[in-house]
């Protein structure tokens, strides 16, 4: 029997509408972790003094990369409205790998999606990373699940989304993050473990407790650009008069277009940030800076 590639190993998501299973669209690689939590079982009736390790508790972990970025709105409402995904793991087939098999290896259970980052950095494609963890037993495929084909997705160049700043948080967020090369943005959800002695099997039961976001971003001390666009900017100095109040301050992710992209379009994502961190760096090449911004209360998902 043939090795199986990677391209024919896939995670495939339940659609509670068309009631099929698809795939997690232009995926570039995905993992799944099974941990068996242990505990030494050595007692002073057992000979020797070497380790007995039991399984006490199950969880299990999916780790998804993906060059689709268009469902960001879709994974930041999931994410924020704690949504369960019923995942399946299996081998695929069909000339576009979206015909899952039933393999004896498939598996399916549902899961928290507990972290995501989207990655929109100058003259590259956007990127995702989804990781979720086990909400429920995993169960063996009994049978090849039902499958809806997605169309083929397009690439999102990095420089067409970018992220605009307020001076303050009253005031809505216009101008746009000047000379900027990388933008990230990231969610987590807490998960503890609310298993009881009523709780069936071996798999840890994870209940969300606290949603967390932040944004990170690089930009150049000055760029030499000729810029012909209204739309005005943060920079480096504004930037730090921000860090220096250190208070809330509005901000939008936006998908732009029109003179130096800098004509805001349809809002990803909006709400306040914190700026927690700023870092200048001055090497022997060019000048830049990084900020981290912490999320403020709740985001809002789209205009």
């Known amino acids: ?145 039902a499958v809806e084909e997605i169309a083929v997705g397009s690439f999102t160049k990095g420089q067409f989304v970018r992220l605009f700043l307020s001076s303050d948080n009253t005031n809505a967020a216009t101008k746009v993050i000047g000379a900027a090369k990388t933008l990230s943005l990231h969610c987590s959800l807490s998960l503890e473990d609310a298993t009881t002695k009523d709780t069936p099997g071996n798999y840890t039961v994870q209940e969300p407790t606290e949603l967390a976001w932040d944004i990170s971003t690089s930009a150049l001390v000055r760029s030499g650009d000729t810029i012909t666009s209204a739309v005005q900017a943060q920079g480096l100095a504004e930037i730090e008069t921000i860090k220096e109040a250190g208070t809330p301050v509005k901000f939008k992710i936006a998908n732009v277009s029109g003179a130096n992209n800098r004509t805001a379009g349809a809002t990803i994502v909006s709400g306040s940030v914190i700026i927690t961190q700023l870092t200048l760096n001055g090497p022997l090449g060019t000048a830049d800076y990084t900020a981290q911004l912490s999320g403020y209360g709740n985001y809002t998902v789209g205009s």
């Not at 068309?18 to 995926?27: D, L, P, R």
Request: aromatic share 8%; glycine share 4%.
């Open 1 to 145: 029997m043939a090795t199986l590639k990677g391209k024919n190993f896939r995670i495939l998501s339940y659609d509670a509408t068309a009631q099929k299973y698809k795939v997690i669209g232009m995926s570039t690689n995905c993992s799944i972790t099974y941990t068996n939590n242990t505990e030494n079982a050595n007692h002073k009736d057992i000979l020797g003094i070497a380790q007995l390790p039991t399984v006490v508790s199950q969880a299990c972990t999916i780790s998804v990369d993906s060059l689709n970025v268009t469902d960001v709105a879709a994974m930041l409402t999931a994410i924020k409205s704690l949504t369960k995904f019923t995942l399946i793991w299996d081998e695929t087939s069909t000339t576009d790998n979206q015909t899952a098999l039933g393999a004896t290896f498939a598996r399916k259970g549902d899961f928290w999606l507990n972290d995501c980052t989207f990655q929109f950095d100058d003259r590259t494609n956007a990127t995702k990373q989804l990781q979720f963890t086990s909400a429920s037993e995993i169960e063996t495929l009994s049978e090849a699940p």
